[in-house]
Each structure stands twice: as C-alpha cells, then as structure tokens.
C-alpha cells in the first residue's frame, strides 16, 4: 500500500496547489481553493464521473491511513501556529475575554433557539429540543483555527494585535463551543455528562500548566529539537481525544501556554522553515475533509430556505459577539470590522462539529447539508472580504507591513 499511499499524497498536494492558485487569482485565499479540492476529487465530481479514476487516485484502502496522516499533519501545525501567536492582549484582559466568550455563547444560543424553531422539521425524531439547541449553540459559535491560521499567515497578519485577538478569541470561542457540543452530546445519551466535563476539565489544565510548572522546567522537558514539543502535543491530542474533548484545541492551548519557541535567529529561522513544511502538508487535511461530502444534496430546492437561514443566523450571530468583544476589550472600529470577518471562518472545525453530530443522531442528513453550506459559504466570503479590507484598512497594512520586515531582512 505504500505506492498507494504516496500516490494519494501526492495528488492531493499537487491538486491542492494548483487550486490554491487558482484561487488566489481570484482574490481569494488559497486555502479556499484547497478546500474545493476535496469534492472535485470525491463524491461530488469525480467519485461521479468516473468512480475508477478516483479510487485509482485515491485507494479506499488508503483512506484510512490519509485519515491519520491529515489529523497529524494538523495538530502539528496549530500547536506550533499557536506557539508563534501572540495571546497577551487577551489573557491580559482575561475578565473581558471571559465576559466577551460568554456573550458570544449567549448569542450563539438564541440563534439555535430560533434555529430550532425555523427548522423543526428537519430535526430527527427523539432528539430533544434541548439537545439540538445545546448541539447547535457550538456549531454556530465555533471557528476554523487551522482556516484562520492559513488566512493570517497568507496576509502575514500572524504576529500582529489584529491577528491575535482573532486567534485568541477563535479558541476561547471553539473551547467553550466544544464543551456545549459535549454537553449536548451528553444529554442526547450518546456520551457520558462525566465524560464531557472531564474532557473540559482536562483542556483547563493545560492553560494552568504555567502557572504550576516552572519555565525552566518546562523548557528542559521539550528540550531543544522539535520531537519534544511535537510529542507533547501528540499525547495531549490523544488524552483531549481520549476525554471526547478537541484534538484541535487540545493542540493550540498547549501551544500557546506551554509551548514558547526559543526567541533567537536561528531558531526563528529553522521556525519559519518548518512552518512553511507544515503549512504545504497541511493541505491534506484540507483536502480530506471534503472527499466524502456529496455536495449534489445541496441542489434539492427544499434545503435553500434553510441554507439562507442558517448562514444568516451564523453570520448575525458572529458579527453581533465581535461588537461586543469589541466593547470590552475596547477595540476602535477597525479591529472591530477585522475581528467580525475573521471570526465568520469557519470551515474545518465546523466539519468536525457536523460529524460529532451526524454521528450522535442530532443532525439529519439535511440538516448537514444546510450547516456544510453555511460552512462553506461563510468561509468563502469572509475569506474574500478579509483580503479587501486588508488590502484598505491602514491598521492592517500597517501590522502586515511590520511583520514582513524582518522576513525581507533577513532574505
């Protein structure tokens, strides 16, 4: 299966770089590109058009093993993107963020509630009103970390205050988005409520990490290569998972609290070198999340009501919590315009909350469908629109400008 197995490596990287162009032609980032490269290869296209041509390409029996590949390749990549993301704005207003994370919650769950009811016909029989508002309250409030950390590092936003409090505010959104999913995971009777909190529980832990154990201690256990750090976050990623908590989350809180890479030249270089390693295989985990997807159920003319609705409620309910992380953490309108667009990513993450709940039974086919649009769409557009308004808000060009610097420097 090795020949296999790099085959459909192999054409997932080179697909996923040429569309990456292809979109960035069109003023989009590449990523959106990247994400259109699982269908045209899966189900939708070419698992239609010639099902031989594409277990060809890609083998079942590969699968799999890609599967592994891609969950690695990202948890790699958003512990050390975390670890490179400046989190100090945020955690030095931690009340504020708390107070900014439990308005967005609020509001993520007053558009499940009417969700629910603009929707009911969709939802499966015997699962609770309860359980689908919970389910739906993370689904609406989660962010794409890894999309988002692609968006940054293409407009070189990465190192920059607009940057991160985006970043830091997607986690604090898709923590607390996590743990509702688990909950109402829990009260449907597919997971134990012991479970959900323990798995919570153990992701708060590791942002006390640094407060329990000292920095030298810390820097003598993850040592001076990259096996250390990349372990810790492997076995992190496994106990979260292990817990039913977030691999991805798992990944980034560990990153940005535990894991600070040493701040000399060299070690940035070789940073910036593994980074751009990452941010290529990366694509596999893009591209593998839509291979399955049959985006033909999105043509039935009964679910574009739905779809409307729902990416309506997604977009209202993200853009009215960035006016209120604005109010608290006393951002000027710009931040604020940035931080509502970027917050609107939500493509990878949201796939894995839709498959939690298609899995449990709280999402009919249908109702997957809609939110796999609303992901999609949300994704495009605020991917586009970020881009514009980088290439127009002075604040943005300015911090873009401050972070490529030094990189044309030391070229």
Same mark, same amino acid.
């Given at each position: 299966?090795?020949?296999?197995?790099?085959?459909?490596?192999?054409?997932?990287?080179?697909?996923?770089?040429?569309?990456?162009?292809?979109?960035?032609?069109?003023?989009?980032?590449?990523?959106?590109?990247?994400?259109?490269?699982?269908?045209?290869?899966?189900?939708?296209?070419?698992?239609?058009?010639?099902?031989?041509?594409?277990?060809?390409?890609?083998?079942?029996?590969?699968?799999?093993?890609?599967?592994?590949?891609?969950?690695?390749?990202?948890?790699?990549?958003?512990?050390?993107?975390?670890?490179?993301?400046?989190?100090?704005?945020?955690?030095?207003?931690?009340?504020?963020?708390?107070?900014?994370?439990?308005?967005?919650?609020?509001?993520?769950?007053?558009?499940?509630?009417?969700?629910?009811?603009?929707?009911?016909?969709?939802?499966?029989?015997?699962?609770?009103?309860?359980?689908?508002?919970?389910?739906?309250?993370?689904?609406?409030?989660?962010?794409?970390?890894?999309?988002?950390?692609?968006?940054?590092?293409?407009?070189?936003?990465?190192?920059?205050?607009?940057?991160?409090?985006?970043?830091?505010?997607?986690?604090?959104?898709?923590?607390?988005?996590?743990?509702?999913?688990?909950?109402?995971?829990? %009260?449907?009777?597919?997971? *134990?409520?012991?479970? =959900?909190?323990? +798995?919570? &529980?153990? !992701?708060?832990?590791? $942002?006390? #990490?640094?407060?329990?154990?000292?920095?030298?201690?810390?820097?003598?256990?993850?040592?001076?290569?990259?096996?250390?750090?990349?372990?810790?976050?492997?076995?992190?990623?496994?106990?979260?998972?292990?817990?039913?908590?977030?691999?991805?989350?798992?990944?980034?809180?560990?990153?940005?609290?535990?894991?600070?890479?040493?701040?000399?030249?060299?070690?940035?270089?070789?940073?910036?070198?593994?980074?751009?390693?990452?941010?290529?295989?990366?694509?596999?985990?893009? %591209?593998?999340?839509?291979? *399955?997807?049959?985006? =033909?159920?999105? +043509?039935? &003319?009964? !679910?574009?009501?739905? $779809?409307? #609705?729902?990416?309506?409620?997604?977009?209202?309910?993200?853009?009215?919590?960035?006016?209120?992380?604005?109010?608290?953490?006393?951002?000027?309108?710009?931040?604020?315009?940035?931080?509502?667009?970027?917050?609107?990513?939500?493509?990878?993450?949201?796939?894995?909350?839709?498959?939690?709940?298609?899995?449990?039974?709280?999402?009919?086919?249908?109702?997957?469908?809609?939110?796999?649009?609303?992901?999609?769409?949300?994704?495009?557009?605020?991917?586009?629109?970020?881009?514009?308004?980088?290439?127009?808000?002075?604040?943005?060009?300015? +911090?873009?400008?401050?972070?490529?610097?030094?990189?044309? #420097?030391?070229?």
């Amino acid at each position: 299966m090795a020949t296999e197995f790099l085959l459909a490596v192999g054409v997932i990287l080179v697909a996923a770089a040429v569309c990456g162009r292809i979109a960035m032609r069109l003023s989009l980032p590449a990523v959106v590109g990247e994400m259109a490269v699982g269908p045209l290869l899966g189900a939708t296209l070419l698992g239609r058009v010639s099902p031989p041509t594409a277990h060809a390409l890609i083998h079942p029996e590969v699968e799999p093993a890609l599967e592994l590949c891609a969950l690695l390749v990202v948890l790699l990549y958003v512990g050390e993107f975390a670890a490179e993301t400046d989190v100090r704005y945020v955690v030095r207003r931690s009340r504020a963020t708390a107070l900014a994370a439990a308005g967005g919650a609020a509001l993520a769950g007053a558009g499940a509630g009417l969700a629910y009811l603009l929707l009911s016909e969709y939802v499966p029989a015997g699962v609770s009103g309860v359980s689908f508002v919970l389910f739906t309250t993370g689904a609406l409030l989660v962010t794409a970390v890894p999309v988002l950390g692609r968006i940054l590092d293409e407009l070189h936003l990465r190192d920059t205050q607009p940057g991160g409090i985006a970043m830091s505010l997607a986690v604090v959104d898709d923590f607390v988005a996590f743990g509702i999913v688990a909950i109402g995971v829990a %009260v449907s009777g597919k997971q *134990s409520l012991a479970t =959900a909190i323990g +798995a919570s &529980a153990f !992701l708060v832990a590791l $942002v006390l #990490v640094p407060r329990v154990v000292p920095s030298r201690w810390r820097a003598w256990a993850l040592g001076h290569t990259m096996a250390g750090p990349l372990g810790v976050v492997a076995l992190a990623a496994a106990a979260a998972n292990g817990l039913g908590g977030s691999t991805i989350i798992a990944a980034f809180v560990l990153g940005a609290f535990v894991w600070k890479p040493r701040g000399d030249d060299e070690a940035r270089d070789r940073t910036d070198d593994r980074r751009s390693v990452l941010r290529a295989l990366v694509s596999i985990y893009v %591209v593998w999340t839509g291979l *399955s997807v049959d985006f =033909a159920d999105l +043509a039935q &003319a009964r !679910l574009a009501t739905g $779809v409307v #609705v729902v990416v309506a409620l997604a977009v209202a309910t993200k853009v009215l919590a960035s006016a209120f992380a604005a109010r608290t953490l006393r951002l000027d309108g710009e931040e604020f315009r940035a931080l509502a667009i970027l917050r609107n990513t939500r493509g990878l993450t949201e796939l894995i909350v839709l498959n939690i709940g298609r899995d449990a039974g709280i999402f009919s086919p249908e109702l997957y469908a809609i939110f796999f649009a609303m992901a999609i769409l949300t994704t495009g557009v605020s991917g586009l629109t970020i881009k514009l308004y980088a290439s127009r808000s002075p604040l943005l060009r300015r +911090a873009a400008r401050r972070q490529a610097r030094p990189a044309a #420097v030391q070229a």
